[in-house]
């Protein structure tokens, strides 16, 4: 599976991106997350969904803010992020996992390269 994440970008605090996360290869029977990694900080957990879409997963400081969805081809999910705040400020990565959508990074097989989001104040 290779992964590729876009729609990163600059934007004001209290504003919204939208990022995608597109998928080839032996894409199917999935679950996708995404991850951010900040400045001098370890990497996070952001959101999960399932191969089905019926199941997402949030971290709490983006619930309520961040929608995570698949399309219905199920190649593409994304990450649509409002209220954005300058402490969502890192790179998003993307990655999928055969084992559900799980916080935990260690079950992700395959990663994207990452797109920046910067956020404002």
């Known amino acids: 599976v290779q992964l590729q994440a876009s729609g990163g970008g600059l934007v004001q605090a209290g504003g919204s991106l939208k990022l995608s996360c597109a998928a080839s290869?032996?894409?199917?029977?999935?679950?996708t997350g995404w991850f951010r990694q900040a400045p001098g900080r370890e990497r996070e957990f952001v959101a999960a969904i399932s191969w089905s879409g019926g199941v997402t997963n949030y971290a709490d400081s983006v619930k309520g803010r961040f929608t995570i969805s698949r399309d219905n081809a199920k190649t593409t999910v994304f990450l649509q992020m409002d209220s954005l705040k300058p402490e969502d400020t890192a790179v998003y990565y993307c990655a999928s996992s055969y084992t559900g959508p799980s916080k935990s990074s260690d079950v992700y097989i395959y990663w994207g390269q990452g797109t920046l989001v910067t956020v404002s104040s």
């Open positions: 290869g032996r894409t199917f029977n999935y679950a």
